[in-house]
């Protein structure tokens, strides 16, 4: 029988739950019991394929083809799952499915309502997750903040979990923000408070809180937070700062939450073994050299834009023990005067992450010519994949006005072009190529080298490709396509044999990254980096 564990927010956004959450998965694990977590998301859309990145954050791929959002990402890298697109939940799709069964007239006739059908909607997906994931636990991560009002059903639908699933098999984590004022550094437990009667008002008494503070929260906070919160003071945790969020496990720990959920659950008292994440916290911490590497982007004004490709660049660094320090630059600046792009002299590697649209390209392909002509490390993803694809067939094959047709319709040498199958759809959602499909390695390749293996799998989002009207011409003037789909009609890798390292993806290693199992990919291009900047005359893989 499952367990549930929900994982609900107060005071603000953006508070940690995320962490959180994956934390208590975390010290479960460590335990030894299975776990998957299931992200609500409270917002209209049916997914967060559609949303711009900018405002929202990175849309999250997983292997088969969910575009999620990004804190999906943050569960299967701390909790080393592979999640499914029902792992998140909207409102959008809750609403379309129970509006498409109502037309169907599986209602029979009767009034549709919040209370029941759409709360039975969201419970059902839920256990649906849950069972069919065969584990211990489930963890659900209500987005937004309690209070919200279109949090309301699906509090409610956790609501009555608790009735349905019975006390020992359920467990609410509330987490919420103690500021520490700047004048009188005192830690202020007001809001938390008011979040919590909040929660109370729709009728769930939360099991546990976190106090989410800067600092460990002192016994004052510690006593009124347990008071007004109606649990006891052991019941109480505190997330406070700390360098990686992978630490955030190891400190809730310490302070006995897990062992605290454990018993709150009726599981038997067990050692926890957190020794690979302790090994990862260590050389993330302790490392030996730097490298410093210019990503040059167009949604560089939002971290979480590219969340898990600063993700999968620590990974890779920890694996070298090299502390990865990343710097955003605007491509656009790159645009107004070229010579802008001699900064990147100073980087020891220059990444092009994925993309959409013309805003940004030309700046973004000055960026590749200057870090291909001066053999400074280069990786593109996904629309960096592309854009080298351009700038070599611009400045090496000579075809002067080559773009992707997504840059210009016009092109008399469109190198990327609309897939086939792309032609006349219309709907945005949901329908580029997506998910993990099947690649196969060119032996004898930097590509081998790192994989180590004839065929990978992968996952992708995009709708153009390279047009293999072109790709032969490409590679007779000294570009490698080391990886292509099975029928070889798609490019999937691109390398320069002759460049210390020059390499880039149509699709996203950044979604496979593990901490302690990095993504080859990044791991070759971060070890390549280091490796240029101690002098040695290839990267040694
Ligand atoms: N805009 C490009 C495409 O749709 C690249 C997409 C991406 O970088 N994810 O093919």
Request: with cysteine; proline share 5%.
């Amino acid at each position: 029988m499952v367990k549930y564990v929900f994982v609900t927010g107060g005071v603000l956004s953006s508070v940690g739950k995320g962490v959180v959450t994956s934390s208590i998965g975390k010290m479960l694990q460590a335990r030894g019991y299975k776990v998957t977590v299931i992200k609500i998301d409270p917002y209209v859309n049916v997914d967060a394929g559609t949303m711009n990145p900018y405002m929202h954050g990175e849309v999250y791929v997983t292997d088969d083809g969910g575009e999620t959002d990004l804190d999906l990402g943050g569960y299967e890298r701390f909790l080393d799952l592979n999640l499914k697109k029902e792992n998140n939940i909207t409102t959008g799709m809750v609403y379309k499915e129970v509006i498409e069964k109502e037309r169907r007239g599986d209602f029979l006739g009767r009034c549709v309502q919040i209370v029941p059908h759409v709360t039975d909607e969201i419970k059902n997906r839920i256990r649906s997750v849950a069972e069919r994931s065969n584990v211990d636990v489930a963890l659900t991560e209500i987005g937004g903040t309690v209070g919200d009002i279109e949090g309301l059903p699906f509090l409610e639908a956790i609501r009555q979990m608790r009735l349905e699933e019975g006390y020992e098999n359920t467990l609410y984590v509330h987490v919420a923000l103690v500021p520490i004022l700047d004048v009188t550094k005192e830690m202020k437990t007001k809001p938390l408070q008011h979040s919590v009667n909040e929660l109370r008002r729709i009728g769930i008494q939360p099991d546990i809180i976190v106090a989410r503070c800067r600092k460990m929260i002192d016994s004052e906070a510690l006593r009124k937070i347990a008071l007004f919160g109606t649990i006891s003071e052991d019941a109480v945790f505190c997330s406070y700062n700390v360098q990686s969020i992978y630490q955030v496990p190891l400190i809730l720990d310490e302070q006995g939450m897990g062992e605290f959920v454990c018993k709150r659950l009726g599981f038997s008292e067990r050692e926890p073994d957190f020794s690979e994440l302790k090994n990862f916290v260590d050389a993330a911490l302790n490392p030996e050299h730097e490298v410093r590497i210019a990503l040059v982007g167009k949604y560089a004004g939002l971290v979480d834009s590219y969340i898990s490709m600063n993700e999968a660049l620590r990974h890779a660094g920890a694996a070298c023990r090299t502390k990865v320090s990343i710097h955003y630059i605007e491509a656009e600046k790159f645009e107004q005067n070229p010579k802008e792009a001699e900064v990147l002299k100073e980087f020891d590697g220059v990444f092009v992450p994925y993309g959409f649209g013309p805003r940004g390209t030309e700046g973004k392909i000055t960026a590749i010519k200057f870090a291909r002509e001066k053999d400074i490390p280069f990786l593109g993803i996904c629309y960096g994949f592309q854009l080298a694809v351009i700038e070599f067939a611009r400045n090496v094959c000579g075809l002067k006005e080559a773009n992707s047709t997504e840059i210009n319709p016009k092109s008399p040498h469109p190198v990327i072009d609309l897939m086939p199958e792309q032609r006349g759809i219309e709907y945005k959602g949901a329908t580029m190529r997506l998910g993990a499909h099947k690649i196969i390695i060119k032996p004898d390749t930097v590509a081998y080298t790192l994989y180590k293996s004839e065929a990978i799998y992968e996952r992708h989002r995009h709708r153009f490709e390279v047009n293999l009207d072109y790709s032969e011409r490409l590679e007779k003037n000294g570009l490698t396509f080391s990886g292509r789909s099975p029928d070889g009609r798609r490019m999937e890798i691109l390398e320069q044999p002759d460049h210390f390292f020059f390499f880039a993806s149509q699709f996203h290693g950044e979604f496979k990254s593990r901490p302690g199992n990095p993504d080859p990919e990044y791991y070759g291009f971060v070890k390549a980096c280091l490796d240029r900047k101690l002098g040695k005359s290839k990267p040694e893989f």
